[in-house]
């Protein structure tokens, strides 16, 4: 087999569930609507966004010589329901079991070893959702998937439950055709159940209003009005979008083990929550994305839903039954 071939057999192996390849042209459209994006302010308070659009969209300012990318995705449903007990708040599905960043860092990181040890001479850099790269773009020229209405990735295999890493090389590989084609056709139900209305328009989203937005990327004190009336449960994150695509009646168990939820938890504890001390809070989430909205976050999404009592209005499980998608 080809060198081409031979890597994508070998992430396969790695468990990735699909594995595409793009040629690192300058992503001129993208930039142009994340630009018209910014300029709405619907990113909120994350202004890290607004810095350099040119190296977001040009990965030759990422990496020199750059000749090739790798796109992965790797599937991380598991099928566990959320637990819709009084006084808990409900975890975001990505974020139950280890931190996605380190599980596809190691994976990538071993997928380009095999990549030196065909070559001889290749240098790769390896992303991951953190560096400035349009990793939903990138996997769309890569040609596998498209985005949602909700602005997620979609594959037609198993849905949008996946998680996206890119592999930046200085080596030739002929790319794959991009995914031309928006399979979301008519379908506004992730606009329709939004409980925030955060999704504007199609393809839109104004993180302001976005509930994983306000419970994991927002560091203010309380949590905005629009959020909190309207919190539906969720304490770290938020699925609604994702529950409701009909796109995810293809969902199909990871093969990731490190993807179930720690400690059995797909929800948390509000009164647990709200007595953890600092070295608790670092003993109990070490090694999980949920760190990522810090003790003050998490005790103020939970001091929010032991406010307003509020009750979980979105069983994903009784709306997939009702409407045939499960």
């Given at each position: 087999m080809s060198l081409r071939d031979d890597i994508k057999q070998y992430g396969r192996e790695l468990g990735f569930h699909r594995v595409g390849i793009a040629h690192p042209d300058?992503?001129?459209n993208e930039r142009a609507r994340l630009s018209e994006w910014l300029q709405l302010n619907y990113h909120g308070t994350m202004h890290w966004m607004?810095?350099?659009p040119e190296l977001r969209s040009d990965p030759s300012r990422l990496m020199e010589n750059i000749r090739s990318i790798v796109v992965v995705v790797h599937n991380y449903y598991t099928p566990h329901e959320h637990t819709h007990r009084p006084g808990t708040g409900k975890i975001s599905r990505y974020a139950w079991g280890d931190d996605y960043h380190d599980v596809i860092r190691d994976k990538l990181d071993d997928l380009l070893s095999f990549i030196k040890d065909r070559v001889g001479q290749a240098n790769g850099k390896i992303c991951v959702d953190t560096a400035p790269f349009m990793d939903?773009?990138?996997a769309v020229?890569?040609?596998l998937g498209w985005i949602g209405k909700h602005s997620n990735l979609i594959t037609r295999e198993v849905g949008s439950w996946?998680?996206?890493g890119s592999l930046l090389l200085d080596i030739e590989l002929?790319?794959?055709p991009p995914m031309a084609e928006d399979h979301c056709?008519?379908?506004?139900?992730?606009i329709d159940e939004c409980p925030t209305g955060a999704i504007v328009e199609p393809y839109v989203v104004d993180s302001r209003r976005c509930i994983s937005f306000g419970t994991i990327e927002f560091r203010g004190e309380t949590l905005p009005d629009g959020i909190t009336k309207d919190l539906d449960g969720w304490i770290y994150g938020c699925d609604v979008c994702q529950d409701v695509c009909p796109w995810n009646r293809f969902q199909e168990p990871s093969n990731e083990s490190r993807f179930e939820p720690r400690n059995q938890e797909t929800s948390l504890d509000l009164a647990m929550i709200a007595d953890l001390t600092h070295e608790e809070y670092l003993d109990r989430f070490r090694g999980s994305p949920i760190k990522r909205a810090k003790l003050s976050g998490l005790k103020r999404n939970a001091a929010a839903l032991?406010?307003?009592d509020d009750t979980p209005i979105s069983d994903s499980k009784e709306y997939n039954r009702a409407n045939g998608s499960s």
């Open positions: 300058v992503l001129q607004e810095r350099d939903k773009a990138w020229r890569a040609g996946v998680f996206i002929d790319p794959d056709g008519t379908c506004t139900a992730c032991l406010e307003c």
